[in-house]
């Protein structure tokens, strides 16, 4: 059993030993004559003294171009011996078929994980030889290669130089996280995208001989040594020179040195050729030259073979200038320059840093004849300028096509010119002449403080951004007390709403009297105040004995400026009329006389007399002849006794009777003869004594007549 064991040990071993890729032994970077150098032919037209001049004076900068030197990546596959093999075959026993079909599966297993690995590692770095040269830089085999491997690039002088050919992506070096810095060479590939080392710390950068245009990734970068030949570079200014001894970028189209500072070791930017943007033909040309460094002194060439006659003129700075042409025969398709200019930080020949500018600049010409510009503007109707015009350009016989501008309030009036058209040698003009939109009303309210209208609401319109102007109404009987803050602005698409508030004005006072017909005052005069237009409403007062006669002046009304006054009229109540019954009787109590009835008011004063009857004498009175009416049942009797032939009795009171009518005249002559009774009741009492004389007067005269006949 134990020898069965051993045997599929021993078998597993040698199927792993099958499958298992070998494994690429680590490399490493020599600097010395043995190894690949560094092609330099880039420092070709280096003079042989200038390169003595640079070995004495820059051994330094020298020994860091040697180090840009490229290995040929050597693998090694482990092979294993055959004698080794023979002896694990030997002792290896056939497996059965239960264990051959495990081992398959087993296998199959192991292939699918390999595949797995393989196909992980191209999603994130899909350029093979970026694979290779990367593992072979860390000592491992490029299945071993993860992400979290990519770490250690740089971490320690063996992961720290990159170097590979061919490379077409360097998509995978984003995930360099770690480490102190790195060299990377990647040359004669077609790399295009140096964002994926954006991030990357980098030491040194080579990328010779690949499709780099765009430099700005490395623009966080603090490079020693940027060495960029040939590619299709035109801008240095994202580059980071505060580190930077050697920049190396020949054979691009660069055509501005002038951000380079002067303590950059060498700049080599030879063999550029710069093409620039057509320009329409004319006879007189004038164009900017390339710019070189600053800060440089200038040592050697200028400008050399310009052709078609052109001339170089300067700048008051010796570093920039312009060629320009005279007389150019149209014919021309294109003209050029050449330049080369070598130049030193210092004419201290023991100052090493130097630049290296050079190359050719093509300006080419189009075939069509520039056209004079078309000027499209954008005006209201006064000619005022509403939005910036803008200049249309194009060449002889092209087609144009003005367009209109949305202006906020405004729309299109109309067009002046040809909006759509051709170019001509002769200058255009396209005016768009806009008018204000019509804007939301603007409506005014008048109100009181309660929100209730005073008067009509008016309505203005306009056109959005013209002003308005809004007034307060003159109200009577009220003033306003509020200007909105909006009573004058300017119209806008949306409606807007200005309320003046009003409150009423102070008005006069009302006087209200009461007096009676004769002028006196029967109640105290009341003075009403309120504002002008409030409602007023007097009220008649109820005045005890009084009742209201007339009103002068509006006890319903409205307050107003002037002053009102209001005149309740009484009377004096005449309360129900009374009756007072007089009687005439005889000594024995009989109606000699029909009865009379005196009428008055009550309160009034009335006397009564007594009238004289055929046949009879007055005698007495019994009741009260002379007093006020009441409320009260009153009657007077007089009493007469019957004439006798021998004896006439002369009546005390005369027997004319007062009458309603004759009742105040009678009073008036009573008062006016006699004595005037007090009105508590004495007149009652006096009559009852005269009465009572007369009474006994009379018995006295009856019996004295009696006594006589009987004598």
């Known amino acids: 059993m134990k020898q069965n064991r051993k045997h599929k040990f021993l078998l597993f071993i040698v199927v792993l030993f099958m499958i298992v890729p070998s494994v690429n032994e680590p490399f490493k970077v020599f600097a010395n004559s043995n190894e690949e150098e560094l092609d330099v032919s880039s420092v070709e037209n280096v003079t042989q003294n200038e390169a003595k001049e640079l070995a004495v004076n820059s051994t330094e900068q020298i020994e860091l171009l040697q180090e840009k030197a490229t290995m040929d990546a050597s ?54 030889n970026l694979q290779t040269a990367v593992a072979k830089t860390l000592k491992i085999t490029v299945s071993e290669l993860t992400k979290e ?118 700049v080599l930017a030879r063999n ?62 294109s003209i050029q320059y050449e330049f080369d200019r070598q130049y030193s930080f210092s004419t201290d020949s023991r100052k090493n840093n130097k630049v290296y500018y050079s190359g050719v600049v093509v300006q080419p010409f189009s075939n069509e004849i520039k056209a004079a510009p078309v000027t499209v503007k954008y005006l209201d ?30 729309v299109i009036k109309e067009i002046h010119g040809e909006a759509r058209g051709v170019y001509t040698e002769e200058a255009q003009e396209v005016a768009y002449i806009y008018e ?37 109404k003159q109200v009577n009987g009220w003033e306003i007390i509020d200007i909105p803050g909006n009573a004058n602005g300017v119209y806008t698409e949306e409606a807007q709403e200005v309320v003046y508030l009003y409150e009423r004005k102070k008005a006069a006072p009302i006087t209200v009297k009461y007096q009676d017909i004769d002028g006196n005052i029967v109640e105290p005069t009341i003075k009403l105040a309120g504002d002008i237009g409030e409602p007023y409403t007097v009220e008649k007062k109820e005045i005890e004995g009084y009742s209201i ?54 309160g009034e004063v009335y006397n009564i007399e007594s009238k004289a ?61 006699k004595t005037t009774f007090p009105a508590t009741g004495t007149k009652k009492n006096n009559s009852f004594m005269i009465g009572f004389i007369m009474l006994a007067g009379t018995i006295l005269i009856y019996y004295r007549k009696k006594y006589t006949k009987m004598k």
């Open 436 to 472: 204000r939109v019509e804007g939301a009303p603007v409506t005014t309210y008048y109100q009181d403080e309660e929100g209730n209208e005073l008067a009509a609401p008016e309505l203005l319109t306009g056109k959005v951004g013209e002003p308005y102007e809004t007034n307060g």
């Open 613 to 673: 009857i055929d046949g009879y004498t007055f005698k007495e009175a019994k009741g009260d002849v002379s007093g006020l009416f009441s409320k009260d049942k009153q009657e007077v009797t007089f009493i007469y006794v019957k004439d006798n032939a021998n004896l006439a009795l002369t009546p005390t009171y005369p027997a004319k009777l007062v009458t309603k009518n004759s009742l105040i005249p009678s009073l008036d002559k009573g008062m006016n003869n």
């Open 149 to 266: 491997q990519m770490q250690r690039l740089g971490s320690e002088a063996s992961t720290g130089q990159i170097t590979a050919k061919n490379v077409a992506s360097l998509q995978g070096m984003e995930y360099t996280t770690g480490g102190t810095g790195i060299v990377l060479q990647t040359t004669n590939g077609t790399i295009n995208d140096l964002s994926p080392i954006e991030n990357v710390r980098l030491l040194q950068l080579i990328i010779t001989n690949n499709d780099v245009s765009n430099l700005s990734p490395l623009k966080g970068q603090s490079l020693g040594l940027l060495s960029a030949e040939n590619n299709n570079i035109s801008d240095l200014s994202q580059l980071n020179f505060s580190n930077m001894k050697i920049l190396a970028v020949d054979d691009n189209h660069i055509s501005d040195l002038s951000m380079v500072p002067n303590y950059v070791g060498m």
């Open 549 to 602: 006669k007339e009103v002068i002046g509006n006890p319903v009304g409205v307050f107003s400026e002037e002053e009102q006054e209001i005149l309740f009229i009484y009377k004096k109540i005449q309360e129900q009329s009374a009756n007072i019954v007089v009687r005439y009787q005889d000594n024995r109590g009989n109606k000699i006389e029909e009865d009379t009835i005196v009428e008055g008011l009550i």
């Open 272 to 333: 550029q050729k710069i093409v620039n943007a057509e320009i329409p033909r004319n006879e007189n040309i004038k164009i900017d030259s390339v710019k070189h460094v600053l800060n440089y002194d200038f040592s050697t060439k200028n400008f050399s073979n310009i052709s078609n006659n052109g001339l170089f003129i300067p700048n008051a700075s010796p570093y920039f200038g312009s060629i320009t042409w005279e007389n150019l025969d149209l014919s021309v398709s």
């Open 75 to 128: 693998i090694d596959l482990p092979n294993v011996p055959n004698d080794q093999e023979n002896s694990e075959e030997q002792a290896v026993q056939t497996p059965d078929a239960s264990e051959l079909k495990q081992l398959e599966i087993q296998q199959v297993e192991i292939e699918k994980e390999q595949k797995s690995s393989v196909e992980s590692l191209d999603s994130w770095m899909p350029d093979k």
């Open 381 to 410: 109707e006064k000619g005022t300028e509403l939005a910036l015009s803008e200049l249309l350009t194009g060449k002889v016989g092209e087609a144009y096509e003005a367009t209109e501008k949305i202006i906020n309030g405004w």
